[in-house]
T-cell receptor, first 115, second 111 residues
Framework: NAGVMQNPRHLVRRRGQEARLRCSPMKGHSHVYWYRQLPEEGLKFMVYLQKENIIDESGMPKERFSAEFPKEGPSILRIQQVVRGDSAAYFC?????????????FGPGTRLLVL | QKEVEQDPGPLSVPEGAIVSLNCTYSNSAFQYFMWYRQYSRKGPELLMYTYSSGNKEDGRFTAQVDKSSKYISLFIRDSQPSDSATYLCAMEGGGGNKLTFGTGTQLKVEL
Protein backbone atom coordinates (compact mmCIF):
# COMPACT_ATOMS: atom_id res chain seq x y z
CA ASN A 1 0.00 0.00 0.00
CA ALA A 2 1.91 2.98 -1.29
CA GLY A 3 1.95 6.06 0.86
CA VAL A 4 1.94 9.64 -0.31
CA MET A 5 4.28 10.03 -3.23
CA GLN A 6 6.07 13.19 -4.22
CA ASN A 7 8.34 13.92 -7.12
CA PRO A 8 10.85 15.04 -7.81
CA ARG A 9 12.59 14.51 -4.48
CA HIS A 10 15.15 17.17 -5.31
CA LEU A 11 14.76 20.07 -7.70
CA VAL A 12 17.30 22.70 -8.65
CA ARG A 13 16.18 25.85 -10.44
CA ARG A 14 17.82 29.11 -11.36
CA ARG A 15 16.20 32.38 -10.39
CA GLY A 16 13.34 33.24 -12.72
CA GLN A 17 12.57 29.66 -13.74
CA GLU A 18 9.42 27.72 -12.92
CA ALA A 19 9.19 24.88 -10.42
CA ARG A 20 6.52 22.17 -10.58
CA LEU A 21 6.10 19.86 -7.64
CA ARG A 22 3.85 16.81 -7.88
CA CYS A 23 1.99 14.88 -5.21
CA SER A 24 0.01 11.65 -5.48
CA PRO A 25 -2.13 11.04 -2.37
CA MET A 26 -2.54 7.72 -0.63
CA LYS A 27 -4.99 5.34 -2.26
CA GLY A 28 -8.52 6.26 -1.27
CA HIS A 29 -7.63 9.77 -0.12
CA SER A 30 -9.35 12.69 -1.78
CA HIS A 31 -7.89 15.59 0.21
CA VAL A 32 -4.43 17.03 -0.33
CA TYR A 33 -2.50 19.61 1.67
CA TRP A 34 0.75 21.40 0.89
CA TYR A 35 3.17 22.62 3.56
CA ARG A 36 6.50 24.41 3.33
CA GLN A 37 9.42 23.92 5.71
CA LEU A 38 12.09 26.57 5.73
CA PRO A 39 15.46 25.88 7.40
CA GLU A 40 15.19 25.98 11.20
CA GLU A 41 11.42 26.48 11.02
CA GLY A 42 8.42 24.25 11.45
CA LEU A 43 6.06 23.30 8.68
CA LYS A 44 3.78 26.08 7.46
CA PHE A 45 0.43 25.39 5.86
CA MET A 46 0.07 26.61 2.30
CA VAL A 47 -3.06 25.19 0.66
CA TYR A 48 -5.79 22.58 1.06
CA LEU A 49 -7.40 21.00 -2.00
CA GLN A 50 -10.00 18.47 -2.95
CA LYS A 51 -10.39 17.12 -6.46
CA GLU A 52 -10.92 20.10 -8.83
CA ASN A 53 -11.47 22.44 -5.88
CA ILE A 54 -9.32 24.70 -3.68
CA ILE A 55 -10.75 24.65 -0.16
CA ASP A 56 -8.29 26.90 1.69
CA GLU A 57 -5.36 28.80 0.21
CA SER A 58 -4.84 31.14 3.14
CA GLY A 59 -1.18 30.13 3.46
CA MET A 60 -0.24 30.64 -0.16
CA PRO A 61 1.88 33.66 -1.11
CA LYS A 62 -0.24 36.07 -3.13
CA GLU A 63 2.00 36.00 -6.16
CA ARG A 64 3.84 33.36 -8.18
CA PHE A 65 2.39 30.36 -6.31
CA SER A 66 -0.54 28.25 -7.48
CA ALA A 67 -1.89 24.78 -6.79
CA GLU A 68 -4.29 22.39 -8.43
CA PHE A 69 -5.67 18.92 -7.90
CA PRO A 70 -7.26 17.82 -11.16
CA LYS A 71 -9.86 15.11 -11.58
CA GLU A 72 -7.20 12.82 -12.97
CA GLY A 73 -3.56 12.81 -11.99
CA PRO A 74 -1.49 14.22 -9.14
CA SER A 75 -1.78 17.50 -7.32
CA ILE A 76 0.62 20.14 -8.62
CA LEU A 77 2.23 23.00 -6.72
CA ARG A 78 3.57 25.51 -9.19
CA ILE A 79 6.02 28.28 -8.40
CA GLN A 80 6.65 30.78 -11.16
CA GLN A 81 9.75 32.98 -11.43
CA VAL A 82 11.44 31.37 -8.45
CA VAL A 83 13.61 33.43 -6.11
CA ARG A 84 16.25 32.28 -3.63
CA GLY A 85 13.79 32.68 -0.77
CA ASP A 86 11.68 29.88 -2.27
CA SER A 87 14.42 27.37 -1.39
CA ALA A 88 12.77 25.03 1.10
CA ALA A 89 11.35 21.55 1.58
CA TYR A 90 7.80 21.25 0.30
CA PHE A 91 5.67 18.52 1.82
CA CYS A 92 2.39 17.15 0.63
CA UNK A 93 -0.06 15.38 2.93
CA UNK A 94 -3.30 13.56 2.24
CA UNK A 95 -6.37 12.49 4.20
CA UNK A 96 -9.47 10.45 3.40
CA UNK A 97 -11.81 13.45 3.31
CA UNK A 98 -14.33 12.39 5.93
CA UNK A 99 -14.42 15.46 8.17
CA UNK A 100 -12.55 17.57 10.68
CA UNK A 101 -9.62 16.29 12.64
CA UNK A 102 -8.56 13.72 10.08
CA UNK A 103 -5.10 12.25 10.25
CA UNK A 104 -2.84 13.70 7.60
CA UNK A 105 -0.20 11.43 6.14
CA PHE A 106 2.89 13.10 4.76
CA GLY A 107 5.02 12.35 1.76
CA PRO A 108 8.84 12.43 1.72
CA GLY A 109 8.96 16.00 0.44
CA THR A 110 10.52 17.83 -2.47
CA ARG A 111 13.62 19.84 -1.67
CA LEU A 112 13.80 22.89 -3.88
CA LEU A 113 17.07 24.74 -4.28
CA VAL A 114 17.07 28.02 -6.15
CA LEU A 115 20.46 29.13 -7.40
CA GLN B 1 3.81 35.65 19.32
CA LYS B 2 3.59 32.31 17.53
CA GLU B 3 0.38 30.29 17.83
CA VAL B 4 2.42 27.25 18.88
CA GLU B 5 5.64 27.45 20.88
CA GLN B 6 8.12 24.58 21.07
CA ASP B 7 11.64 24.54 22.44
CA PRO B 8 13.93 23.69 19.49
CA GLY B 9 16.54 21.95 21.63
CA PRO B 10 18.75 20.17 20.88
CA LEU B 11 17.94 17.76 23.68
CA SER B 12 20.51 15.07 24.41
CA VAL B 13 19.72 12.13 26.72
CA PRO B 14 21.34 8.77 27.51
CA GLU B 15 19.80 5.57 26.23
CA GLY B 16 17.02 4.34 28.52
CA ALA B 17 16.10 7.79 29.82
CA ILE B 18 12.57 9.16 29.95
CA VAL B 19 12.16 12.03 27.52
CA SER B 20 9.66 14.82 27.98
CA LEU B 21 8.76 17.06 25.06
CA ASN B 22 6.17 19.78 25.19
CA CYS B 23 4.39 22.58 23.36
CA THR B 24 2.29 25.51 24.43
CA TYR B 25 -0.31 27.21 22.29
CA SER B 26 -2.47 30.30 22.32
CA ASN B 27 -5.44 29.42 20.09
CA SER B 28 -8.26 28.02 22.23
CA ALA B 29 -10.01 26.73 19.08
CA PHE B 30 -7.50 23.89 18.73
CA GLN B 31 -9.24 20.55 19.36
CA TYR B 32 -6.98 17.97 17.77
CA PHE B 33 -3.39 17.48 18.85
CA MET B 34 -0.70 15.44 17.16
CA TRP B 35 2.93 14.54 17.53
CA TYR B 36 4.98 13.81 14.43
CA ARG B 37 8.50 12.41 14.25
CA GLN B 38 10.77 13.58 11.45
CA TYR B 39 14.07 11.96 10.67
CA SER B 40 16.67 14.03 8.86
CA ARG B 41 15.63 14.78 5.27
CA LYS B 42 12.47 12.68 5.56
CA GLY B 43 8.77 13.46 5.78
CA PRO B 44 6.93 13.76 9.12
CA GLU B 45 5.55 10.50 10.48
CA LEU B 46 2.51 10.53 12.77
CA LEU B 47 3.27 9.19 16.26
CA MET B 48 0.33 10.18 18.43
CA TYR B 49 -3.10 11.72 17.89
CA THR B 50 -5.30 13.05 20.68
CA TYR B 51 -8.68 14.72 20.63
CA SER B 52 -9.31 17.35 23.35
CA SER B 53 -7.86 16.94 26.86
CA GLY B 54 -6.57 13.71 28.31
CA ASN B 55 -3.87 11.10 28.03
CA LYS B 56 -3.13 8.53 25.37
CA GLU B 57 -0.57 5.76 25.55
CA ASP B 58 0.93 3.70 22.73
CA GLY B 59 3.84 1.46 23.61
CA ARG B 60 6.69 3.60 24.89
CA PHE B 61 4.91 6.84 23.97
CA THR B 62 2.41 8.80 26.05
CA ALA B 63 0.71 11.98 24.89
CA GLN B 64 -0.95 14.39 27.30
CA VAL B 65 -3.17 17.34 26.53
CA ASP B 66 -4.17 19.98 29.07
CA LYS B 67 -6.49 22.39 27.30
CA SER B 68 -7.01 24.52 30.41
CA SER B 69 -3.30 25.34 30.41
CA LYS B 70 -2.94 25.17 26.61
CA TYR B 71 -0.09 22.72 27.08
CA ILE B 72 0.65 19.38 25.45
CA SER B 73 3.37 16.84 26.18
CA LEU B 74 4.92 13.74 24.69
CA PHE B 75 6.76 11.29 26.93
CA ILE B 76 9.09 8.63 25.58
CA ARG B 77 10.01 5.84 27.97
CA ASP B 78 13.14 3.72 27.65
CA SER B 79 14.48 5.95 24.91
CA GLN B 80 16.53 4.32 22.16
CA PRO B 81 19.13 5.69 19.74
CA SER B 82 16.56 5.08 16.98
CA ASP B 83 14.35 7.71 18.67
CA SER B 84 16.89 10.36 17.66
CA ALA B 85 14.90 12.67 15.42
CA THR B 86 13.03 15.96 15.40
CA TYR B 87 9.64 15.86 17.14
CA LEU B 88 6.96 18.19 15.87
CA CYS B 89 3.77 19.03 17.69
CA ALA B 90 0.80 19.92 15.48
CA MET B 91 -2.70 21.16 16.17
CA GLU B 92 -5.96 21.66 14.36
CA GLY B 93 -9.24 23.32 15.17
CA GLY B 94 -11.72 25.98 14.21
CA GLY B 95 -12.45 24.39 10.87
CA GLY B 96 -10.40 24.07 7.70
CA ASN B 97 -8.35 20.97 8.51
CA LYS B 98 -5.05 22.84 8.32
CA LEU B 99 -2.38 21.88 10.82
CA THR B 100 -0.39 24.44 12.81
CA PHE B 101 3.03 23.12 13.74
CA GLY B 102 5.59 23.94 16.37
CA THR B 103 9.14 24.48 15.17
CA GLY B 104 10.17 21.00 16.37
CA THR B 105 12.49 19.73 19.10
CA GLN B 106 15.65 17.95 18.00
CA LEU B 107 16.28 14.90 20.19
CA LYS B 108 19.46 12.85 20.36
CA VAL B 109 19.57 9.62 22.35
CA GLU B 110 23.14 8.59 23.04
CA LEU B 111 24.52 5.11 23.73
Amino acid sequence: NAGVMQNPRHLVRRRGQEARLRCSPMKGHSHVYWYRQLPEEGLKFMVYLQKENIIDESGMPKERFSAEFPKEGPSILRIQQVVRGDSAAYFCASSPGQGSGETQYFGPGTRLLVL
Amino acid sequence: QKEVEQDPGPLSVPEGAIVSLNCTYSNSAFQYFMWYRQYSRKGPELLMYTYSSGNKEDGRFTAQVDKSSKYISLFIRDSQPSDSATYLCAMEGGGGNKLTFGTGTQLKVEL
